[in-house]
């Protein structure tokens, strides 16, 4: 125990957070926002809140009052961003935005200790109840509100592909002169499924490098990425440079998602289905998550409002799952490049709304008019996932 209020059996907290990742950080920022003085407990695996990450969003993914606290937690912004594929070249007019997991940990720290909390890190947590969590001490800590984001635990590992990464950060010799991010750099050899590099121009001499692959299995070749990389950074003047730290993912790609859960406790973060399946962003709808918990009563049912969120968000992710079906189904690995610069030749708007799961019927026949890339026979003729959405348990 070393904060603010003591947990146990008796004292229900109004919050009860298990995983202390991107999900969490974001519940305890907007409820200090809308609920100053509201308790939060919260169950980490890690030695620190956020853990080791870089999430990033188009400033159109989030709209309304979750701007409020969102915006100033935000580690760097652009106002666009320029992708590459062989022989073509672009430039997005779409505003960019970037938060790393050691600024949102430390804002969501100092966030807690605003109010009544409780912060157990290095500590795991196994979930008894609706309302109850037993740690691996034995103890059991009780919250009005119990939110579950641990992870992507329960995804399953044969309905889609998958999305691995390498990245470094970099302190570059000298100032590197990159204005705005790199998105994808597909101009480099395609090994293992869709490959690109990835570019976030942190400051003036600092730069995230990825080195990502859209592959069919959630193998992540460690040498081989940070080689990649580093071969990027040596193509563009890069080195010698000073390394601050690496990170790595692998992301689901899925054509289906797992059912919800039948309980009255919140399934957040990427677990509980709330991410982008063709991009694996995953900040738009925990924002939006942290948003909705954080202006009603922890004590009152998850009701209608919460069923309606998750409705509308699911629906909105039929479009991105036919794409990956597309992708990993229908086409060899080979064609993957072309599915992605034909993506990337339509009008921002459409990109936009697309990357917002604010798509309309108009934008999904506009990215099956015409005829299909190269390596691939056809364009899906039916939704491939009737009569159901989900995946069977």
Known sequence: MNDAMQGGDATPFDFLLLGGGLQACLIILAVRQRQPMASIAVIEAGERLAGNHTWCLHDGDVTGPAREWLWPALSARWPGYTVRFPGYLRSVPLSYSAVTSQDLGERAAAALRQGPHDLRLATTGQVLDDHRVQLGTGEVLRGRRLVVATGRADMPRNLGGWQTFLGIELVTPRPHGLQQPILMDATVAQVGGFRFLYVLPLAPDRLLVEDTCFADAPDLNLAERRQGVLAYAERHDWLPAAEVRCETGVLPMPWRLPPQPATNHVRAGVAGGWFHPLTGYSLPWAAAVAEHLAQRDPGEPLGDGWRALQQQH???????????????????????????????????????????????????????????????????RRWPLTPALEAPQ
């Open 314 to 380: 699911r629906r909105q992710q039929r479009l991105p799952l036919l794409l990956n079906w597309a992708l990993f189904r229908m086409a060899e690995p080979a064609a993957r490049t072309a599915m992605l610069d034909l993506f990337y030749r339509r009008d921002a708007s459409t990109i936009g709304r697309i990357y917002a799961l604010r798509h309309t019927w108009r934008d999904t026949l506009a990215l099956f008019a015409g005829r299909p890339p190269r390596g691939m026979a056809r364009w899906p």
